[in-house]
């Protein structure tokens, strides 16, 4: 007889033996929530913007400090090797503009060249399959410290400001597939140096300033890209600008920014609560930095010491490894003597951009294990076919996809189970 217990583990990470379909491996598990300083970025910048496609970071633009343009500079970083590579630039050299990937592509938008000038419109596209760049549709409101997210494939553009110190709450939609803009919903907060991410379809815009840098906010607003409206949430703990978010185990964290000046500061936003944990700081303070995800870690790139001119930019590098509190279900005995079809959870989820799916079989046959989004459409097909009894994993690589949530689906005779996964870029 197969028995189940259900655990709760706050661990560091999952570590799985191999990839592809294997048989089931130990896991090994540790204590999460600390920090580990990277390689430098090659060149020092705030006002930096980051984005992730195929399991590699791009940095670009930003500038090295006060009253200096932006820069076209793109570097490239791996995390799996910890190493740097210089890419070719952006055609508009621009500073607090906001990056964000669709299909394997990242939409640079917005921004300012320098102090005292307007925000521009400019949206440029760059295939790092390729590494060039393609001009695409101006963003219809030019603005500045705007932050973007990604839901079902829309980049929507929150926030900014056409000059220095007149936020806005206007919300622009992209659609790269057709290169067009669509007005949504107005923020109910004006305000810019904010940042977004995105849980279950819904983009979270946290923070800001809505004038000087001792005006600072601690603003959290849900808005929901299905119904176009607006939900006012918990405030964060730390008002603060400059600062930068990321998704790991469909927790918001919130990291760094600065009043007057520079923090460290690291807060856990549980939207599924509305409630807020206080994390270890990073190693330093930065404001104007950039956070991006990779397979569960977060590295936080570039940003200043000081909100005070002349703000010089920084090289620094730092990666955050989230805790998560999950439940884990382990099956006993033999993994070949299963009595019972089980779908596991995939680890790590949210991911970025592979993820692994372990299932258990009690008796060899047909079987399928697909994938499909929101819309019910079929996007992978991981496994089709005979299969032997036992417990297996997979690995599902989403590249080319877009962030959001999807659902992977055992079939096995009369057994169906679907459980939920959720692509974070």
């Known amino acids: 007889m197969l028995f189940k217990r259900r655990r709760e583990y706050v661990f560091l990470t999952v570590v799985l033996v191999g990839f592809g379909l294997l048989g089931v491996a130990p896991l090994t598990l540790a204590q999460g929530d600390f920090w580990t300083t990277k390689t430098d970025m090659p060149t020092a910048r705030h006002g930096v913007a980051t984005s992730v496609v195929n399991g590699k970071i791009y940095a670009i633009g930003g500038y090295p400090a006060a009253n200096l343009p932006g820069l076209q500079t793109v570097e490239e970083y791996d995390p799996a090797t910890d190493t740097w590579t210089t890419k070719t630039n952006m055609p508009t050299g621009r500073r607090w503009l906001a990056t964000s990937p669709v299909n394997g592509k990242i939409y640079a938008i917005g921004g300012y060249v320098n102090y005292g000038l307007p925000g521009l419109s400019t ?5 790092p399959a390729t590494d060039t760049w393609t001009t695409k549709t101006n963003m219809p409101s030019p603005r500045l410290g705007l ?4 839901v079902n494939g829309i980049i929507y553009a929150i926030g900014g ?3 220095a110190g007149q936020p806005l709450r206007t919300v622009e939609a992209y659609d790269p597939l057709t290169d067009t803009w669509t007005t949504k919903a107005d923020m109910p907060t004006a305000r810019f ?15 800001g300033s809505f004038g000087s840098p001792t005006q600072v906010l601690s603003t959290v607003e849900q808005y929901d890209p299905a119904t176009d409206t607006w939900t006012t949430k918990t405030n964060m703990p730390s008002a603060r600008h400059s600062l930068a978010t990321s998704v790991a185990n469909e927790k918001i964290y919130a990291i760094g920014g600065g009043t007057t000046v520079t923090l460290a500061t690291v807060e856990q936003y549980d939207p599924a609560t509305d409630t807020y944990t206080s994390r270890t700081s990073m190693l330093g303070p930065r404001a104007g930095l950039s956070t991006s995800m990779v397979n569960g870690k977060i590295y936080a790139i570039g940003g200043t010491l000081t909100v005070a001119p002349p703000h010089p930019g920084v090289k620094t590098v730092e990666e955050y490894t989230p805790p998560m509190v999950t439940s884990v279900e382990e099956p006993f005995g033999e993994p070949n003597n299963s ?7 995939n680890y ?5 951009p592979s993820t692994t799916i372990q299932f258990a079989l009690p008796q060899a046959g047909y079987v399928t294990l697909k994938v499909y989004n929101v819309l019910e459409e079929e996007v992978a097909v991981l496994i089709a ?11 599902w690589d989403a590249s080319g996809l877009p962030s959001g949530v999807y659902f992977y689906r055992l079939t096995a005779g009369e057994y169906v189970q679907t459980k939920k996964a959720v692509l974070t870029r």
């Open 123 to 127: 949206v440029e596209q760059y295939d």
């Open 147 to 150: 932050a973007t997210s990604v």
């Open 161 to 163: 400001s056409p000059t």
């Open 193 to 207: 140096f904010l940042s977004t991410s995105v849980v279950d379809g819904k983009i979270y815009a946290i923070g």
């Open 348 to 352: 790590p989820n949210p991911f970025n």
């Open 385 to 395: 076919g005979e299969h032997a009894a036992g417990t297996f994993r997979t690995s």
């Open 339 to 345: 009595t019972e079809f089980v779908l596991y959870r």
